[in-house]
């Protein structure tokens, strides 16, 4: 990553190692954190960061039993705000509603 060297304003490349510690890549120089002024992330870093980060995030999703979950909300919610209307209205079409709801939520959901 790049840094600045508070003594000097001179911009160099370092690596932090576990304990905190910054080591100057050319020369081979260790630093103190209270040296430097972190300016960010080589770009190497930030794809590295990337990569870990998406692989982190691939959760395998039981999409069936979260679709179950949603279509159950999506009926309490048509349900308790129907206001007495549901009596109009068959029940297939309140099911089908309820899985239409829940159905662009999952889409919505597998777009992100």
């Given amino acids: 990553m790049k840094a600045i060297l508070k003594a000097t304003g001179e911009v160099i490349d370092v690596t932090r190692n576990d304990e905190g510690m910054y080591i100057q890549d050319n020369p081979k120089q260790w630093r103190y954190p209270y040296e430097l002024e972190i300016l960010g992330y080589t770009q ?52 089908n509603r309820a899985i239409e709801q829940a159905d662009a939520v999952i889409k919505k959901l597998k777009a992100e």
Avoid: H, P, Y
């Fill in 44 to 95: 190497q870093e930030v794809e590295d960061i990337k990569k870990a980060t998406r692989a982190q995030c691939k959760v395998d999703i039981a999409w069936g039993a979260r679709r179950f979950e949603l279509i159950k909300a999506a009926l309490q919610g048509l349900c308790a705000n129907c206001g007495g209307m549901l009596n109009n209205i068959s029940e297939d079409a309140v099911a």
